[in-house]
Antibody, heavy 121, light 112 residues
Framework: EVQLVESGGGLVQPGGSLTISCSAS????????MHWVRQAPGWGLEYVSN????????YYTDSVKGRFTISRDNSKNTLYLQMSSLRPEDTALFYC??????????????WGQGTLVTVSS | DVVMTQSPLSLPVTLGQPASISCRSS???????????LNWFQQRPGQSPRRLIY???NRDSGVPDRFSGSGSGTDFTLKISRVEAEDVGVYYC?????????FGPGTKVDIK
């Protein structure tokens, strides 16, 4: 059974940094691209970032470019999102998702349960 | 970025009755390969989203056949033929044709 478990969320001050993780199981992690999507409390969904299976190709939406870094450790079956210069508008539930292929595209078939990041003083 | 709009944003429905949600994109979602990458997601209260429909009209595995998708170009529709209690939640369309992928604002479906 495919499982994606996010962790590492919490309260951080504006301008601060935080790294969240997504632990994957039930599939061969190194074969698949991965994605991050976020959902601000009471709001809709925003696509954030993706990474190909080998970690060499990444993508960021403009609002996080230069502040967030996506990475993966295939030996640990774990996806990461390093976030810096955090702003109150980054407050959201962050979901990781598994792609159906090795190159990130439109087709993601599993979602985690999310980890909440709150940016506030 | 491609802007996705949905209507209505709130949809009270009677059990057993049909429901329809419209989704429009600010530009054509036809990709260079001829496919349209328009997906529909359902988010039940307290749960993560799950995909119902991919590429406009293809139902995901395990999705009841009362859900159907249609559309072309910039106009798309999700229909529920007979609403059941388990269908309560928020429905999002998402385009995967243009980067960044973008979602509609969501349509909240609840029971009258």
């Amino acid at each position: 059974e495919v499982q994606l478990v996010e962790s590492g969320g919490g309260l951080v001050q504006p301008g601060g940094s935080l790294t969240i993780s997504c632990s994957a199981s039930g599939f061969t992690f190194s074969n698949y691209a991965m994605h991050w999507v976020r959902q601000a409390p009471g709001w809709g969904l925003e696509y954030v970032s993706n990474i190909n299976n080998n970690g060499y190709t990444t993508y960021y939406t403009d609002s996080v470019k230069g502040r967030f870094t996506i990475s993966r450790d295939n030996s640990k079956n774990t996806l990461y999102l390093q976030m810096s210069s955090l702003r109150p508008e980054d407050t959201a539930l962050f979901y990781c998702m598994k792609d159906v292929g090795s190159v990130a595209g439109w087709d993601f078939d599993y979602w985690g349960q999310g980890t909440l990041v709150t940016v506030s003083s | 970025d491609v802007v996705m709009t949905q209507s209505p944003l709130s949809l009270p429905v009677t059990l057993g009755q049909p429901a329809s949600i419209s989704c429009r994109s600010s530009q054509s979602l036809v990709y260079s390969d001829g496919h349209i990458y328009l997906n529909w997601f359902q988010q039940r209260p307290g749960q993560s989203p799950r995909r119902l429909i991919y590429k406009v009209s293809n139902r995901d595995s395990g999705v009841p056949d009362r859900f159907s998708g249609s559309g072309s170009g910039t106009d798309f529709t999700l229909k529920i033929s007979r609403v059941e209690a388990e269908d309560v939640g928020v429905y999002y369309c998402m385009q995967g044709t243009h980067w960044p992928f973008t979602f509609g604002p969501g349509t909240k479906v609840d029971i009258k």
